[in-house]
């Protein structure tokens, strides 16, 4: 036994000698997975490479907890308070309000672990920066480029929302905006082409749509511009978008005095929204409470959810704020639970003034109020919604040159992006390709196949974070100012699968024949991979939560993300892999190449 200890040792000592006199560069796969230590982070120099970085160039602290709560709330109340939630109350009924709650407490399990790392990491990037520090580099590029994503297209979605309100409020005070600047180049095209072939095949103009009939008025009506085509463009999208980016060019204590704004106005609204319905409730309308079950309360988990997309925003601040390591967790908290609050009650005032069954419209709010007679309210709630949706894009606008900006002061992006302005203290370029990435595409194009896509974003960026914290903090000894409460999961998680598991088998057999029969073709089974994958990461999870006895809150939040993402479809997964595989060939062709961290690393090794 003494010899081959003996052995061992001198078998250790001769390994641990380099052979070469030049040791081997480490190999192009180590380099995908090297991560950034908390003080690599926390000393990353806030400048860009062009000189006007330092003091001067720095994002300036202005930002309080109560800024930041508002920030939340003007993400999370937007569109899905004044439109999404008719749908879901059509689906669901009444009980669509104890749907928020379960709702908001599963998002709690996203934002508790967003507020330890904000804790923890208190400088801006959001879930990019938090991936760097636990997953390693090709996972916060990913994740950096799927939030680029969500930003972008969430926000040209909102923009085109917004035209849509604005239009519709001017056109109800007796101002007309001419039809071929109210509609993408994209959707009048397609509509036009659609009306004529279907008067080339003799049908009436009845049989066309109302969105088809306004696309081929729209095109007809347009100058042409040559080559066929013709001068169609939502003006009103590309506007507010300009006005947003300008303003957030300007500096972050005018966005965040715009932002209170906003929201003091959207609250004041929402409350007498509360107070005025609440004499208009008729008890009765909330009975049956869940007429269509569970499987109808449940049809709208998606769109309840995305309603809670704040937390992510908030978190690209982190810069900007007095006291990142104290506000942020608690804003996160605030707004969460102030949401849900106003969601639940805002749920059962609509329900109890009108039958759920008439709530499947697109101004769900105004919609109640002209049925009872009390217009003035209707229209309101109409100028309110413009408010909302101009708040949302906002704080979206501020959150994506922020992550541009932290991807590349770690070099993965060109050192333009970095650059900080002199005066006003934002980050200038990143900014302005932010606006153009917008505005554009908001003005031209018709992106309701791509909606989901912003989603997806979100909920791989919810589960990454929660993922992270089992990585960097899996039994809650952290030293961080916040931290996510430890709960041993080492029995819980696999009992909370198994009665999840029995609750399906229960309550949804119909789903589970629908499940097993659907793979009798490849056609129809394809838009299940993503749930059979779930599957077998739910066991591989409750195997390891068992054997490690990891944290059950981050555990429960990671699963909770994934299985809302298996109900985006097949469809939706294929596009997201389509912009990941876009975003790896940047990545291998540019961020790796000039990664602060790799080249950090590779000049250590020399």
Same mark, same amino acid.
């Given at each position: 036994?003494?010899?081959?200890?003996?052995?061992?040792?001198?078998?250790?000592?001769?390994?641990?000698?380099?052979?070469?006199?030049?040791?081997?560069?480490?190999?192009?796969?180590?380099?995908?997975?090297?991560?950034?230590?908390?003080?690599?982070?926390?000393?990353?120099?806030?400048?860009?490479?062009?000189?006007?970085?330092?003091?001067?160039?720095?994002?300036?602290?202005?930002?309080?907890?109560?800024?930041?709560?508002?920030?939340?709330?003007?993400?999370?109340?937007?569109?899905?308070?004044?439109?999404?939630?008719?749908?879901?109350?059509?689906?669901?009924?009444?009980?669509?309000?104890?749907?928020?709650?379960?709702?908001?407490?599963?998002?709690?399990?996203?934002?508790?672990?967003?507020?330890?790392?904000?804790?923890?990491?208190?400088?801006?990037?959001?879930?990019?920066?938090?991936?760097?520090?636990?997953?390693?580099?090709?996972?916060?590029?990913?994740?950096?480029?799927?939030?680029?994503?969500?930003?972008?297209?969430?926000?040209?979605?909102?923009?085109?929302?917004?035209?849509?309100?604005?239009?519709?409020?001017?056109?109800?005070?007796?101002?007309?905006?001419?039809?071929?600047?109210?509609?993408?180049?994209?959707?009048?095209?397609?509509?036009?082409?659609?009306?004529?072939?279907?008067?080339?095949?003799?049908?009436?103009?009845?049989?066309?749509?109302?969105?088809?009939?306004?696309?081929?008025?729209?095109?007809?009506?347009?100058?042409?511009?040559?080559?066929?085509?013709?001068?169609?463009?939502?003006?009103?999208?590309?506007?507010?978008?300009?006005?947003?980016?300008?303003?957030?060019?300007?500096?972050?204590?005018?966005?965040?005095? *715009?932002?209170?704004?906003?929201? %003091?106005?959207?609250?004041?609204? #929402?409350? !007498?929204?509360? &107070?005025? /319905?609440?004499?208009? $409730?008729?008890?009765?309308?909330?009975?049956?409470?869940?007429?269509?079950?569970?499987?109808?309360?449940?049809?709208?988990?998606?769109?309840?959810?995305?309603?809670?997309?704040?937390?992510?925003?908030?978190?690209?601040?982190?810069?900007?704020?007095?006291?990142?390591?104290?506000?942020?967790?608690?804003?996160?908290?605030?707004?969460?639970?102030?949401?849900?609050?106003?969601?639940?009650?805002?749920?059962?005032?609509?329900?109890?003034?009108?039958?759920?069954?008439?709530? *499947?419209?697109?101004?769900?709010? %105004?919609?109640?109020?002209?049925? #009872?007679? !009390?217009?003035? &309210?209707? /229209?309101?709630?109409? $100028?309110?919604?413009?408010?909302?949706?101009?708040?949302?894009?906002?704080?979206?606008?501020?959150?994506?040159?922020?992550?541009?900006?932290?991807?590349?002061?770690?070099?993965?992006?060109?050192?333009?992006?970095?650059?900080?302005?002199?005066?006003?203290?934002?980050?200038?370029?990143?900014?302005?390709?932010?606006?153009?990435?917008?505005?554009?595409?908001?003005?031209?194009?018709?992106?309701?196949?791509?909606?989901?896509?912003?989603?997806?974003?979100?909920?791989?960026?919810?589960?990454?974070?929660?993922?992270?914290?089992?990585?960097?903090?899996?039994?809650?000894?952290?030293?961080?100012?916040?931290?996510?409460?430890?709960?041993?999961?080492?029995?819980?998680?696999?009992?909370?699968?198994?009665?999840?598991?029995?609750?399906?088998?229960?309550?949804?057999?119909?789903?589970?024949?629908?499940?097993?029969?659907?793979?009798?073709?490849?056609?129809?089974?394809?838009?299940?991979?993503?749930?059979?994958?779930?599957?077998?990461?739910?066991?591989?999870?409750?195997?390891?939560?068992?054997?490690?006895?990891?944290?059950?809150?981050?555990?429960?939040?990671?699963?909770?993300?994934?299985?809302?993402?298996?109900?985006?479809?097949?469809?939706?997964?294929?596009?997201?892999?389509?912009?990941?595989?876009?975003?790896?060939?940047?990545?291998?062709?540019?961020?790796?190449?000039?990664?602060?961290?790799?080249?950090?690393?590779?000049?250590?090794?020399?």
């Amino acid at each position: 036994m003494r010899i081959g200890r003996q052995f061992a040792q001198v078998s250790l000592s001769t390994l641990s000698r380099p052979i070469l006199s030049t040791p081997l560069p480490p190999s192009r796969l180590s380099g995908l997975f090297r991560r950034k230590s908390l003080d690599d982070i926390l000393h990353n120099p806030p400048a860009d490479a062009e000189g006007h970085g330092g003091p001067a160039g720095g994002l300036e602290r202005h930002l309080t907890v109560r800024d930041l709560t508002a920030l939340g709330i003007a993400a999370v109340i937007g569109a899905g308070i004044f439109s999404t939630i008719g749908n879901a109350s059509h689906d669901g009924g009444p009980a669509v309000s104890l749907l928020f709650v379960f709702t908001a407490i599963a998002c709690a399990f996203s934002a508790l672990c967003y507020a330890q790392f904000a804790a923890t990491i208190p400088v801006s990037g959001s879930a990019y920066t938090y991936a760097y520090a636990s997953f390693g580099e090709l996972t916060a590029w990913i994740i950096g480029w799927a939030l680029i994503m969500e930003y972008a297209v969430g926000n040209i979605v909102v923009a085109i929302s917004w035209s849509d309100y604005f239009t519709g409020l001017l056109s109800g005070v007796g101002v007309n905006v001419p039809i071929w600047l109210t509609m993408g180049m994209q959707s009048a095209h397609k509509y036009y082409n659609e009306v004529l072939a279907l008067m080339q095949a003799g049908k009436p103009l009845s049989e066309a749509s109302a969105a088809q009939l306004e696309g081929y008025k729209a095109w007809s009506a347009a100058p042409e511009i040559g080559g066929g085509l013709r001068l169609v463009l939502d003006l009103p999208a590309g506007l507010i978008t300009l006005a947003i980016t300008a303003l957030v060019y300007v500096g972050i204590k005018e966005s965040k005095n *715009a932002s209170n704004l906003l929201v %003091a106005l959207k609250l004041v609204v #929402v409350a !007498v929204v509360i &107070l005025v /319905g609440a004499f208009y $409730v008729q008890p009765e309308n909330w009975s049956p409470f869940a007429p269509n079950g569970i499987g109808g309360v449940l049809k709208g988990v998606s769109a309840v959810f995305f309603a809670y997309i704040g937390f992510d925003a908030i978190s690209t601040t982190a810069e900007e704020c007095k006291n990142p390591q104290r506000d942020l967790p608690r804003a996160m908290i605030y707004a969460l639970i102030i949401c849900t609050i106003l969601y639940v009650i805002i749920t059962l005032i609509l329900t109890g003034m009108v039958n759920y069954k008439e709530l *499947a419209v697109g101004d769900p709010l %105004a919609y109640v109020f002209n049925k #009872v007679g !009390v217009k003035w &309210l209707g /229209g309101v709630v109409a $100028v309110s919604a413009v408010l909302a949706m101009a708040s949302v894009l906002l704080v979206f606008q501020i959150g994506q040159p922020r992550i541009w900006m932290t991807m590349s002061r770690d070099g993965l992006l060109p050192p333009v992006f970095s650059r900080v302005h002199p005066k006003f203290h934002t980050p200038s370029f990143s900014t302005i390709v932010t606006g153009f990435f917008v505005g554009v595409p908001a003005m031209l194009l018709n992106m309701d196949l791509v909606i989901d896509l912003t989603s997806i974003g979100t909920l791989f960026a919810f589960a990454l974070v929660c993922g992270g914290i089992l990585i960097i903090d899996p039994h809650g000894q952290s030293n961080a100012r916040f931290k996510v409460p430890y709960i041993n999961g080492q029995f819980l998680v696999p009992l909370v699968l198994l009665v999840g598991a029995g609750l399906l088998f229960m309550y949804n057999q119909a789903g589970i024949r629908e499940f097993t029969q659907a793979f009798s073709s490849y056609e129809e089974g394809r838009h299940y991979i993503p749930m059979l994958v779930f599957f077998g990461f739910c066991l591989g999870l409750a195997w390891l939560s068992f054997r490690k006895k990891l944290s059950l809150l981050p555990t429960l939040g990671l699963l909770t993300n994934l299985y809302l993402m298996t109900q985006l479809g097949i469809n939706n997964w294929l596009l997201f892999f389509g912009w990941l595989v876009i975003g790896l060939a940047l990545y291998f062709n540019y961020g790796f190449k000039h990664s602060k961290l790799g080249l950090k690393k590779a000049a250590a090794v020399s």
